[in-house]
Protein backbone atom coordinates (compact mmCIF):
# COMPACT_ATOMS: atom_id res chain seq x y z
CA UNK A 1 0.00 0.00 0.00
CA UNK A 2 1.57 2.83 -1.29
CA UNK A 3 -1.19 5.47 -1.53
CA UNK A 4 -4.81 6.26 -0.68
CA UNK A 5 -6.76 7.17 1.31
CA UNK A 6 -5.50 5.34 4.71
CA UNK A 7 -2.02 7.09 4.03
CA UNK A 8 -3.89 10.11 4.56
CA UNK A 9 -5.40 9.29 7.55
CA UNK A 10 -2.97 10.50 11.13
CA UNK A 11 -5.29 7.68 12.88
CA UNK A 12 -5.02 4.91 10.53
CA UNK A 13 -1.07 5.37 10.75
CA UNK A 14 -1.30 6.02 14.03
CA UNK A 15 -2.97 2.79 14.92
CA UNK A 16 -1.15 1.23 12.67
CA UNK A 17 2.33 2.02 13.77
CA UNK A 18 1.13 0.86 17.26
CA UNK A 19 0.06 -2.63 16.39
CA UNK A 20 3.24 -3.05 14.79
CA UNK A 21 5.34 -1.72 17.90
CA UNK A 22 3.09 -3.90 20.19
CA UNK A 23 3.48 -7.18 17.89
CA UNK A 24 7.43 -6.78 17.96
CA UNK A 25 7.18 -5.43 21.99
CA UNK A 26 4.70 -8.72 22.89
CA UNK A 27 7.27 -10.86 20.74
CA UNK A 28 10.32 -9.96 23.11
CA UNK A 29 8.38 -9.72 26.00
CA UNK A 30 7.00 -13.16 26.09
CA UNK A 31 10.51 -14.26 26.75
CA UNK A 32 10.12 -12.36 30.03
CA UNK A 33 6.55 -13.41 30.78
CA UNK A 34 5.01 -10.18 30.36
CA UNK A 35 2.76 -8.32 27.94
CA UNK A 36 3.13 -4.60 27.01
CA UNK A 37 0.27 -3.78 29.42
CA UNK A 38 1.73 -5.73 32.21
CA UNK A 39 4.92 -3.94 31.09
CA UNK A 40 3.58 -0.51 31.71
CA UNK A 41 2.39 -1.15 35.34
CA UNK A 42 6.34 -2.42 35.74
CA UNK A 43 7.61 0.33 34.58
CA UNK A 44 5.31 2.95 36.35
CA UNK A 45 6.04 0.94 39.85
CA UNK A 46 9.51 1.01 38.81
CA UNK A 47 9.86 4.43 38.66
CA UNK A 48 7.96 5.79 41.94
CA UNK A 49 9.82 4.70 44.70
CA UNK A 50 6.88 5.57 47.30
CA UNK A 51 4.42 3.71 44.75
CA UNK A 52 1.43 4.83 43.26
CA UNK A 53 -2.85 3.88 43.99
CA UNK A 54 -3.85 1.86 41.11
CA UNK A 55 -6.09 5.19 40.16
CA UNK A 56 -3.14 6.44 39.64
CA UNK A 57 -2.00 3.71 37.22
CA UNK A 58 -5.46 3.98 35.42
CA UNK A 59 -5.17 7.44 34.92
CA UNK A 60 -1.62 7.45 33.29
CA UNK A 61 -2.37 4.47 31.52
CA UNK A 62 -5.47 5.51 29.97
CA UNK A 63 -7.35 2.60 31.12
CA UNK A 64 -10.29 1.48 33.24
CA UNK A 65 -9.27 0.99 36.83
CA UNK A 66 -10.70 -2.39 36.97
CA UNK A 67 -8.24 -3.43 34.03
CA UNK A 68 -5.74 -2.00 36.24
CA UNK A 69 -6.60 -4.29 38.79
CA UNK A 70 -6.45 -7.51 36.90
CA UNK A 71 -2.85 -5.92 35.51
CA UNK A 72 -1.49 -5.67 39.37
CA UNK A 73 -3.02 -8.73 40.25
CA UNK A 74 -1.19 -10.47 37.24
CA UNK A 75 2.34 -8.51 38.39
CA UNK A 76 1.46 -9.79 42.34
CA UNK A 77 1.18 -13.45 41.91
CA UNK A 78 4.47 -13.29 39.80
CA UNK A 79 5.86 -11.59 42.43
CA UNK A 80 7.07 -8.53 40.39
CA UNK A 81 5.13 -6.23 42.12
CA UNK A 82 3.27 -5.85 45.50
CA UNK A 83 0.58 -3.54 47.14
CA UNK A 84 1.05 -1.48 50.49
CA UNK A 85 -0.75 0.29 52.58
CA UNK A 86 -0.25 4.29 51.69
CA UNK A 87 1.16 5.83 55.06
CA UNK A 88 -1.14 8.79 53.82
CA UNK A 89 -4.85 7.24 53.59
CA UNK A 90 -5.18 3.77 54.77
CA UNK A 91 -7.78 3.11 52.58
CA UNK A 92 -5.68 3.34 49.61
CA UNK A 93 -3.05 0.52 48.71
CA UNK A 94 0.50 1.39 46.59
CA UNK A 95 1.68 -0.67 43.93
CA UNK A 96 5.48 -0.62 44.12
CA UNK A 97 7.77 -2.75 42.36
CA UNK A 98 9.97 -5.61 44.38
CA UNK A 99 13.83 -6.32 43.42
CA UNK A 100 12.42 -9.05 41.16
CA UNK A 101 10.42 -6.62 39.73
CA UNK A 102 13.43 -4.08 38.96
CA UNK A 103 15.49 -7.18 37.88
CA UNK A 104 12.86 -8.15 35.50
CA UNK A 105 11.95 -4.58 34.46
CA UNK A 106 16.10 -4.23 33.41
CA UNK A 107 16.05 -7.58 31.60
CA UNK A 108 12.62 -6.86 29.89
CA UNK A 109 13.68 -2.92 28.60
CA UNK A 110 17.08 -4.21 27.25
CA UNK A 111 15.34 -6.62 24.58
CA UNK A 112 11.86 -4.29 24.06
CA UNK A 113 14.39 -1.30 23.05
CA UNK A 114 16.01 -3.75 20.76
CA UNK A 115 12.78 -4.65 19.16
CA UNK A 116 11.71 -0.72 19.02
CA UNK A 117 15.02 -0.20 17.11
CA UNK A 118 14.13 -2.59 15.11
CA UNK A 119 10.29 -1.11 14.33
CA UNK A 120 11.92 2.03 13.48
CA UNK A 121 15.00 0.90 11.47
CA UNK A 122 13.58 3.05 8.81
CA UNK A 123 14.03 6.28 10.29
CA UNK A 124 17.33 8.19 11.24
CA UNK A 125 18.35 8.89 14.30
CA UNK A 126 17.07 12.68 14.59
CA UNK A 127 13.81 11.41 12.78
CA UNK A 128 13.35 8.81 15.66
CA UNK A 129 13.67 11.71 18.07
CA UNK A 130 11.33 14.13 16.07
CA UNK A 131 8.87 10.95 16.53
CA UNK A 132 9.26 10.79 20.06
CA UNK A 133 9.22 14.40 20.52
CA UNK A 134 6.09 14.74 18.77
CA UNK A 135 4.02 11.66 20.29
CA UNK A 136 5.45 12.74 23.92
CA UNK A 137 3.64 16.47 22.95
CA UNK A 138 0.57 14.21 21.63
CA UNK A 139 0.25 12.23 25.03
CA UNK A 140 1.11 15.17 27.45
CA UNK A 141 -0.83 18.13 25.79
CA UNK A 142 -4.38 18.94 25.66
CA UNK A 143 -6.69 15.84 25.54
CA UNK A 144 -3.48 13.35 26.17
CA UNK A 145 -3.99 10.61 28.30
CA UNK A 146 -1.67 12.16 30.83
CA UNK A 147 -3.16 15.20 30.42
CA UNK A 148 -5.73 16.92 33.79
Not at 118 to 143: C, K, M, Y
Amino acid sequence: MESGALIDDVGFLLSRASGLVVRASNAVLAGHGLRVRPYSVLLLACDAEEGLSQRELADVLGLDPSQVVLLVDELTAAGLVERRASSTDRRTKLVTATDAGRAAREAAARDVDRALTGQLGDLSTAERAQLQALLTRLVLGRGGVLAG
